[in-house]
């Protein structure tokens, strides 16, 4: 017995010597494995540690694929952000300005207003309805407005009532009177003082009853209680609503009539959502109608109202016109157009403008073919002209048309400026030394393939040279066409914001514009750093 429990004794000795080596050799394990992770952090081979640019691989639709090798960044820049292509002051023979067809303009100051082209419909002025109600209850005797539609003059009668609540307050009116008349002479203090009190408490009362200061004069004339006393309109305007019938009980709750002043009505316009923040109460604006060809009714904008219309996605807009004559009916159809004063602003045509997909750019023309590029702020698209807010002076020379190939070519001269060659002794000891540059694949895909005029699915997969996807990237597709004036088309630019749908595929919706050759351009942002940044061209079907 003895012997087996040392035997017992024994193997758990075995069993926790077992278990401390496990525990060692687990902690060696990760602390070398820590080692070897601070390691690759600090190589070259770890993309994160420096800034090189990847290789891109852009593929549209079913066409080859095709691989560019941009730059690879100095160590130095490595946490410098990325910023667009620079671009550099151009010159241009006359030969060669002739033959892309560049024109030159002026960037013009000058008084400016916006114009909103709309429709609408004509209805009542709310604030204008007047409702009739009586203060008393009674019987309605005789109806004089009985149809709806009706023009009734101010003053003009509508019905007569029975009331005997008024008919107690008349006579108790009539009865003060003949007191205070019989009392005018006593001699006792304080008589005929409290007789003209109940002449005036009882008059007041009448009042109250809404009764007109003209019936009360005829209660002193007659001395007599009006039975039916005549209700008259309290204003001019069409009957809208009746609800006055012969013998009807009313109680002073019950709405007899609603008559609406059409002097000055209401005008409501549809406007598309992007024009809502140029609107504001105040502006004025204009009314035409087929009915009265050449006429030209004058108002102003009174509110915007704050829901939009989601069948239409148009947000309707007040406008409040005076109405002489009366020519505008409810329930009319009409063309809208509010003019927008913008003030004194600057000026170029929009075929000035190139958008690069970042910014917007102009180029200024100092004579002898010289072109330089400046960086402006767009204001307002009037027309066939941009307001322009920052970036140009009024009198600049501007180059109006070839501003796409203009572009290209201060590109490749600034690449050209800023290229350095390697230091005299530079060879295969110095290659050996740069970090190998990381490799990235964009393909770019849409549906349908090739993309077309209208709505398109544009779809962007990421991966690294090892063929595993990238997740967690920001990822932004730009089509942009120049503007044709010679077509009297002007510049396109629609931004996809493709969101990560898994496994590196990245997906968005846009619409494009027209068909024909449109300048494509990808970004993909990773922690705050450009991962891809590539430029291509597609051929979009179904016509301009």
Do not use: C
């Not at 009313?250 to 140029?278: C, H, M, R």
Request: aromatic share 6%; proline share 7%; hydrophobic share 40%.
């Amino acid at each position: 017995m003895a012997h087996k429990h040392e035997k017992t004794a024994s193997q758990d000795l075995a069993v926790e010597k077992y278990r401390r080596a496990l525990l060692v050799a687990l902690i060696a394990l990760i602390t070398v494995a820590g080692f070897a992770a601070w390691l690759w952090w600090r190589s070259p081979f770890n993309p994160m540690a420096r800034g090189s640019q990847p290789t891109v691989t852009a593929s549209v639709g079913s066409e080859t694929s095709q691989s560019i090798t941009e730059p690879t960044a100095s160590a130095a820049d490595a946490t410098a952000p990325q910023s667009d292509t620079p671009l550099a002051p151009i010159q241009l023979s006359p030969q060669r300005m002739q033959s892309i067809g560049v024109k030159v303009g002026t960037v013009e100051s000058k008084v400016m207003s916006d114009e909103i082209r709309s429709y609408g419909n004509v209805q009542p002025n709310e604030r204008r309805f007047a409702y009739v109600q009586t203060r008393f209850a009674g019987w309605i005797r005789k109806i004089y407005a009985d149809a709806t539609g009706d023009f009734i003059a101010k003053g003009q009668p509508l019905f007569t009532i029975y009331s005997p609540d008024l008919v107690a307050s008349e006579r108790e009116y009539l009865l003060a009177k003949k007191s205070a008349a019989a009392l005018q002479q006593s001699a006792v203090s304080g008589v005929a003082d409290g007789a003209a009190s109940l002449i005036t408490a009882a008059k007041a009362r009448l009042q109250q009853f809404d009764i007109p200061e003209s019936d009360i004069a005829k209660l002193d004339d007659t001395g007599e209680p009006i039975t039916d006393l005549t209700v008259n309109s309290p204003v001019a305007g069409y009957i809208t609503e009746k609800n006055a019938l012969p013998n009807m009980n009313v109680q002073p709750d019950t709405k007899l009539y609603t008559i609406a002043d059409l002097s000055e009505i209401w005008v409501f316009a549809q406007i598309f959502q992007n024009d809502a923040g140029k609107i504001k109460p105040g502006d004025p604006a204009e009314v035409t109608l087929d009915a009265y060809p050449g006429q030209v009714f004058r108002g102003k904008v009174d509110y915007l109202l704050p829901q939009l219309d989601m069948a239409t996605r148009t947000l309707p807009v007040r406008l409040v016109f005076a109405n002489p004559g009366l020519k505008l009916r409810p329930g009319m159809y009409v063309n809208v157009s509010m003019k927008l004063p913008l003030g004194q602003r600057l000026i170029v045509p929009d075929s000035a403008v190139f958008h690069s997909g970042t910014k917007n750019l102009i180029f200024t023309y100092a004579g002898e073919g010289n072109i330089e590029p400046h960086e402006v702020e767009l204001g307002p698209h009037v027309g066939d002209q941009f307001v322009i807010s920052k970036g140009v002076k009024a009198g600049d020379q501007i180059v109006t048309s070839a501003n796409f190939l203009i572009d290209s070519e201060a590109q490749l001269q600034a690449a050209a400026g800023a290229f350095m060659p390697p230091p005299p002794g530079a060879g295969q000891a110095a290659a050996m030394n740069v970090p190998a540059q990381t490799q990235a694949t964009v393909e770019l895909t849409t549906l349908p393939s090739p993309p077309q005029k209208g709505a398109n699915t544009v779809r962007v997969k990421l991966t690294d040279t090892a063929g595993k996807p990238i997740a967690g990237a920001q990822v932004n597709v730009t089509f942009f066409m120049a503007a044709m004036p010679a077509m009297g088309m002007a510049a396109m630019k629609t931004v996809v914001q493709a969101s990560d749908k898994g496994g590196g595929m990245y997906e968005g919706n846009g619409a494009l514009g027209s068909g024909g050759t449109w300048q494509v351009t990808i970004t993909a942002q990773q922690n705050g750093q450009t991962i891809a940044n590539k430029q291509l061209s597609v051929n979009a079907t179904g016509g301009m």
